[in-house]
């Protein structure tokens, strides 16, 4: 059973850094596309960021994020990373990672949810 932890999350002030983790277990994490979401307070989930396969090793990025989040993944450490950089109060969610049925800007993910890590960013 394919299975995701997430973890990295934190408070951090506008202008800073954090870099988010997912362990990964029940599958190898190179055969398959995955993408970090997250959920602001009052709002839905949205997709972030996705990584193809290593096969297809593209990467997509939601414009909000363009230029500041970096989406990786580790093969050895079955882990999938998301570096965030210049962060916004906007940016301030729940992020979560999980399996999508291809990396592109629908990001369409399948499998359950994980329980997601908190990142807060605020003066």
């Known amino acids: 059973q394919l299975q995701f932890v997430e973890s990295g999350g934190g408070s951090v002030q506008p202008g800073g850094s954090l870099r988010l983790s997912c362990a990964a277990s029940?599958?190898?994490?190179?055969?398959?596309?995955?993408?970090?979401?997250?959920?602001?307070?009052?709002?839905?989930?949205?997709?972030?960021?996705?990584?193809?396969?290593?096969?297809?090793?593209?990467?997509?990025?939601?414009?909000?994020?363009?230029?500041?989040?970096?989406?990786?993944?580790?093969?050895?450490?079955?882990?999938?990373?998301l570096e965030m950089n210049s962060l916004k109060p906007e940016d301030t969610a729940v992020y979560y990672c999980r399996g999508v049925l291809a990396c592109d800007s629908y990001l369409r993910g399948f499998g359950s949810w994980g329980q997601g890590t908190q990142v807060t960013v605020s003066s």
């Open 26 to 81: 029940g599958f190898t994490l190179d055969y398959l596309a995955i993408g970090w979401f997250r959920q602001a307070p009052g709002k839905e989930r949205e997709g972030v960021s996705c990584i193809s396969s290593s096969s297809g090793r593209s990467t997509y990025y939601v414009d909000s994020v363009k230029g500041r989040f970096t989406i990786s993944r580790d093969g050895a450490r079955n882990t999938l990373y």
